[in-house]
């Protein structure tokens, strides 16, 4: 399986941007992908994930700020951001997994850097 990202960059304080992120390969059809974000000196945290069956969850930092959406016949995820703030710099990686036979596959990608910056 493999993610690649696109739509990171440098965007000012209350700007947009709209990430993407195709995934190819042997995929399951009942999965989750999300997005992901990891700020230097922290931790990995979840920002959005929308299962296969289009439902959505959202870290309480970008609530009302970002929509994540996906485009199943394409194994496609979307992240779009607006009003963003200098907190939300950090590399934003795409995420896919699944449960088979009890176990959980979870597969990355690379990361794309966003940077919000006057």
């Known amino acids: 399986v493999q993610l690649v990202e696109s739509g990171g960059g440098l965007v000012q304080p209350g700007g947009s941007l709209r990430l993407s992120c195709a995934a190819s390969?042997?995929?399951?059809?009942?999965?989750?992908m999300g997005w992901y974000r990891q700020a230097p000196g922290k931790q990995r945290e979840l920002v959005a994930g929308?299962?296969?069956?289009?439902?959505?969850s959202y870290a309480d930092s970008v609530k009302g700020r970002c929509t994540i959406s996906r485009d199943n016949a394409k194994n496609t995820v979307y992240l779009q951001m607006n009003s963003l703030k200098f907190e939300d710099t950090a590399v934003y990686y795409c995420?896919?997994?699944?449960?088979?036979?009890?176990?959980?596959?979870?597969?990355w990608g690379q990361g794309t850097q966003v940077t919000v910056s006057s």
């Open positions: 995420n896919v997994a699944w449960m088979k036979r009890g176990a959980r596959n979870d597969y």
């Open positions: 390969g042997s995929i399951f059809s009942i999965n989750v």
């Open positions: 929308i299962t296969s069956g289009g439902s959505t």
